[in-house]
């Protein structure tokens, strides 16, 4: 079982620092992780801060691991532990990643996948950020990707204007355009207006950082 409190960004007007679990919530969460309904995959919260023009050893140095959780219940434990997304401070991500790996592109188990890319209003990043959780542990994406595909994670990413950037990551780049993500996102958030709404493989991202 993987648990660690998170070190502090530095916080904006308006927001928090970076989550903190303290003893009583690890306990109570792993309590709910002995007892819960297994998920078909581990997850893991992330929490991270977008500075512009680190590289990708910097980001991902930077990236604090919340807590891996393999029930329904301990999913909700940590959920109702940190703060809402809506509490974050600008720059600030949370990330919810399938099994142990990193919110990193360059991750060996990203590297050849992509995400598709929506901008909501900050008002709906709560119920939008809380409905695709739900959709991805709960493996409703499952029917929408091919054969080989997978969503690998979900992030949230707090921005300092009116809208915010919601992220759904998957493995295989080349099999994105085949899936039906975006008809399911619509399907489970109808009254949610994205004000954008792309797709784009990591390795066509100009700061991806090809690892040898």
């Given at each position: 079982m993987a648990a660690?409190?998170?070190d502090h960004f530095e916080p904006e007007e308006g927001g928090i620092e970076s989550p903190e679990l303290?003893?009583?919530?690890i306990r109570q969460i792993s309590i709910s992780e002995e007892t819960g309904v297994p998920l078909n995959t581990k997850w893991t919260f992330w929490l991270d801060k977008t500075v512009p023009g680190t590289s990708a050893a910097e980001s991902e140095a930077s990236m604090k691991r919340i807590y891996t959780v393999n029930t329904v219940q301990g999913f909700w434990s940590v959920y109702n532990h940190i703060p809402d997304v809506s509490k974050l401070s600008r720059r600030l991500s949370y990330h919810l990643?399938?099994?142990?790996?990193k919110p990193l592109w360059e991750d060996d188990l990203n590297c050849k996948g992509g995400h598709w890319r929506l901008k909501c209003s900050k008002s709906e990043t709560p119920i939008v950020w809380k409905e695709l959780l739900l959709a991805a542990i709960g493996e409703q994406f499952e029917t929408c990707m091919m054969k080989g595909d997978e969503i690998g994670g979900i992030s949230a990413s707090i921005r300092g204007g009116p809208e915010d950037i919601i992220q759904i990551w998957n493995i295989?780049?080349?099999?994105?355009?085949?899936?039906?993500?975006?008809?399911?996102?619509?399907?489970?958030?109808?009254?949610?207006?994205?004000?954008?709404?792309?797709?784009?493989?990591?390795?066509?991202?100009?700061?991806?950082?090809?690892?040898?």
């Open positions: 660690s409190t998170v303290p003893r009583a919530a990643m399938r099994g142990e790996r295989q780049a080349t099999l994105a355009e085949q899936s039906t993500v975006i008809n399911k996102i619509k399907e489970l958030l109808p009254d949610v207006k994205f004000s954008t709404i792309f797709y784009k493989a990591f390795q066509t991202h100009q700061a991806f950082e090809f690892r040898g």
